[in-house]
């Protein structure tokens, strides 16, 4: 069946840090990727999103980039802020409707 | 509406009652998904709802729990004779169609406690 693997966490940073949080996936055919992300004390919401191979989303500096080759998703963000403490999901969606999503990776980023 | 709302937002109950939790999805969403967070952990696929189709139960993980959903508007998750490894947050999110790059609404969340 469909799989998402995160990289563990919990990852704590200083402001300004480089962050990669690394994904790979297991789907049949040819999935949509997802990061969403929760913020402390609200639910989740989509942070980006890739529907097809070497296709790049991005949003508010974070990126991440469709790679069908590795069966990859992994998020990256150069210069990473307080603001951007939260747990990060990645997921996938398929045509058959469910979507599976990786345990989350807590981000703390200290000033 | 304009998100996906959940009901009750906490819920304290005491182990072997029966709790309902309610999720009220976007107007026009036909796609709804319950979902289980335990502490610390990740998102626990639960069961799928799509349009007037047979529901996806495989992620339900004991008899006690069940959920239903009349067309495309409110569903309810019902656990029975609640066990205290059921306290966790129950998530709700609703999307349009089946395609798999639309994306999830989510609601805030019911936070179960059972004592």
């Known amino acids: 069946g469909d799989s998402v693997t995160q990289m563990e966490g919990p990852v704590t940073l200083s402001e300004e840090a480089f962050l990669t949080i690394n994904c790979t996936y297991t789907?049949?055919?040819?999935?949509?990727l997802f990061w969403y992300v929760q913020y402390p004390g609200e639910g989740l919401q989509l942070l980006l999103k890739?529907?097809?191979?070497?296709d790049k989303g991005s949003n508010k500096g974070f990126e991440a980039t469709y790679r069908k080759e590795t069966t990859s998703f992994h998020l990256e963000k150069g210069s990473v802020q307080v603001s951007d403490s939260a747990v990060y999901f990645c997921?996938?969606?398929?045509?058959?409707?469910?979507?599976?999503f990786g345990d989350g990776t807590t981000l703390t980023v200290k000033p | 509406g304009a998100g996906v709302s959940q009901s009750p937002s906490n819920k304290v109950t005491e182990k072997g009652k029966d709790v309902e939790l309610r999720c009220d999805p976007i107007?026009?969403?036909?796609?709804l998904y319950w979902y289980r967070q335990r502490l610390g952990q990740g998102l626990e696929f639960l069961i799928y709802?799509?349009?007037?189709?047979?529901?996806?139960k495989s992620g339900l993980p004991s008899d006690r729990f069940s959920a239903e959903r009349t067309g495309e508007s409110v569903s309810t998750l019902t656990i029975q004779r609640t066990q205290q490894e059921d306290s966790a947050v129950y998530l709700c999110?609703?999307?349009?169609?089946?395609?798999?790059?639309?994306?999830?609404?989510f609601g805030a969340g019911s936070r179960l406690t059972v004592l």
């Open positions: 997921a996938l969606g398929t045509n058959a409707g469910k979507s599976t």
């Open positions: 890739a529907t097809k191979a070497d």
């Open positions: 709802f799509q349009g007037n189709s047979a529901p996806d």
């Open positions: 107007s026009g969403h036909t796609a």
């Open positions: 789907a049949t055919g040819y999935p949509s």
């Open positions: 999110a609703s999307r349009t169609g089946t395609g798999g790059a639309n994306v999830l609404t």
